[in-house]
């Protein structure tokens, strides 16, 4: 959903801006602090789960755009 949101956010079809993706980042960090799966209630391990569902949900998108345009 995070690559899905930054995707739209203009200009359109393009990666977003660095403080757009860390502002996401940091909304998924603290959703991985407050009920992730293995980032429960530890900063370190949230910040970690967070880069990489953001990497993941960013590069899911991509693929996405490209392969269906």
Wanted: hydrophobic share 60%; no cysteine.
């Amino acid at each position: 959903m995070a690559g899905v949101g930054l995707f739209v956010i203009p200009p359109f079809g393009q990666m977003p801006s660095v403080y757009q993706a860390v502002f996401a980042w940091l909304l998924l960090a603290f959703w991985s602090y407050s009920d992730g799966w293995f980032g429960k209630f530890n900063a370190a391990l949230a910040l970690l789960e967070g880069a990489v569902l953001l990497r993941f949900s960013m590069e899911l998108v991509y693929f996405s755009v490209e392969a269906f345009g």
